[in-house]
């Protein structure tokens, strides 16, 4: 692991001025509660709060934002098309089964055909609207922006996808924890790719008939993934690589029992086409819901990569493609275990992994690299809720260190 030398900030140095991790008046913090209420909150973006008045602060910006995405993509949502930049995604959706309390399920489901004329992806498309029926959720099919052989995998369909789960959040009560990546051939190609570079914003993901080209699965610790291949689908290898999957996946739980938890089915006799046997993934999924912050993350960079992941994130412009961090956390400690390719480390925080009233102990290798006091900020929730504009992945208190690579 890199010699670690280390500084400590808050989200503050990013925005102005370090935030001093002061014991918190809880006068001050209803007072800056209060100024967000009112749509004044700058001058106390930087006042420590309570755990509360933290809760409270979120559930001010969450329905701000709520607020605005029904008004700003109401037309969008309408119209079934989403256009960024210069690309544009059609989508389909039915609704099934009974609303459960929590919300519904969302089951994104990308088609095949890839590299080739637009008439025949619009044909894989057309397929991939009817082909699985879950019990119970919102069933979407979007249609790829492109006709590329990489038309599931390529960076922009992050960007997609992420306003797809909010469009369906807000209009259909889709609930965040219950949403779940799946696809064939093509689109069996983006759930390998995709699935472990945005792990933390799905329930778990099954990958139907593709190929993972250079991806690897490190980064699905903390996500269910289950793979369906034809034993006779020999084309690319499909078959082989499945199965040389399943070993990794194996391999990566024995040495990570608490992670990897995975489903490999090789159908024996089917090619390509597995006659639907694959559609066992459905309910498969639906018996998991996502951990938005695990207690112990694996964050791979792919070549599409990403400035955040689960409650670890970099500094903008920072990410570099094939990066590998591990951290944990055991009480108030957060370690890092394993830190490659990574100048800066943010380590964003709240109640739910540490006690934010309690010092928060950083350590890797043994030594400690920061112990104290770690504030909960307007700013921080603010800035961590832009973006996925996800409540689950919005965080009130930050640690930065920073990591010289030798």
């Known amino acids: 692991m890199n010699r670690l030398l280390v500084s400590v900030a808050c989200l503050g140095s990013f925005l102005g001025s370090p935030l001093r991790a002061d014991e918190v008046d809880p006068a001050?913090?209803?007072?800056?509660?209060?100024?967000?209420?009112?749509?004044d909150s700058a001058k106390f973006a930087t006042t420590p709060l309570?755990?509360?008045d933290a809760s409270k602060a979120l559930d001010i910006l969450v329905k701000r934002r709520l607020a605005e995405v029904k008004k700003d993509r109401e037309a969008?949502?309408?119209?079934?098309?989403i256009e960024i930049g210069d690309l544009k995604m059609p989508f389909a959706y039915k609704v099934f089964g009974e609303k459960p309390k929590s919300g519904r399920s969302l089951f994104l489901s990308m088609h095949g055909g890839g590299g080739a004329p637009a008439r025949v992806n619009d044909q894989q498309y057309e397929n991939q609207k009817g082909l699985y029926k879950p019990a119970e959720g919102v069933y979407l099919a979007p249609r790829a922006p492109t006709n590329t052989w990489d038309l599931w995998h390529q960076s922009h369909i992050d960007a997609f996808f992420e306003r797809l789960i909010e469009d369906m959040v807000v209009f259909e009560g889709v609930d965040r924890d219950r949403v779940y990546l799946m696809g064939y051939s093509a689109g069996g190609d983006g759930v390998y790719q995709i699935a472990p570079r945005m792990a933390d914003r799905?329930?778990?993901?099954?990958?139907?008939?593709?190929?993972?080209?250079?991806?690897?699965?490190?980064?699905?610790?903390?996500?269910?993934?289950?793979?369906?291949?034809?034993?006779n689908d020999s084309a690319y290898n499909r078959n082989k690589i499945g199965g040389e999957w399943g070993v990794k996946l194996d391999e990566l739980q024995k040495s990570d029992p608490e992670g990897y938890v995975h489903h490999v089915e090789i159908h024996p006799g089917r090619a390509h086409w597995m006659n639907l046997e694959d559609a066992s993934a459905v309910p498969w999924m639906a018996g998991f819901t996502r951990n938005p912050v695990p207690k112990k993350?694996?964050?791979?960079?792919?070549?599409?990569?990403?400035?955040?992941?689960?409650?670890?994130?970099?500094?903008?412009?920072?990410?570099?493609?094939?990066?590998?961090?591990?951290?944990?956390?055991?009480?108030?400690?957060?370690?890092?275990?394993?830190?490659?390719?990574?100048?800066?480390?943010?380590?964003?925080?709240?109640?739910?992994l540490v006690d934010l009233d309690k010092p928060v102990k950083v350590?890797?290798?043994?030594?400690?690299?920061?112990?104290?006091?770690?504030?909960?900020?307007?700013?921080?929730?603010?800035?961590?809720?832009?973006?996925?504009?996800?409540?689950?992945?919005a965080f009130s208190g930050e640690v930065t260190v920073t990591l010289p690579l030798e």
């Open 28 to 39: 001050k913090s209803k007072v800056a509660v209060e100024a967000l209420k009112n749509g």
């Open 202 to 231: 799905f329930g778990a993901a099954s990958m139907m008939a593709g190929h993972p080209n250079e991806t690897v699965p490190l980064g699905l610790r903390n996500i269910p993934f289950a793979i369906h291949v034809g034993a």
């Open 76 to 81: 969008e949502v309408k119209a079934k098309r």
């Open 297 to 352: 993350v694996v964050w791979h960079q792919d070549d599409v990569t990403h400035d955040r992941f689960y409650w670890l994130a970099v500094p903008a412009g920072q990410a570099k493609a094939r990066s590998t961090v591990v951290v944990s956390v055991d009480g108030q400690e957060i370690k890092i275990e394993k830190a490659e390719g990574v100048a800066k480390l943010v380590l964003m925080l709240d109640d739910r």
């Open 363 to 393: 350590t890797a290798s043994g030594k400690t690299l920061f112990e104290g006091m770690v504030p909960r900020t307007i700013a921080n929730l603010e800035a961590t809720l832009k973006g996925p504009g996800d409540p689950k992945l």
């Open 50 to 52: 309570t755990k509360a």
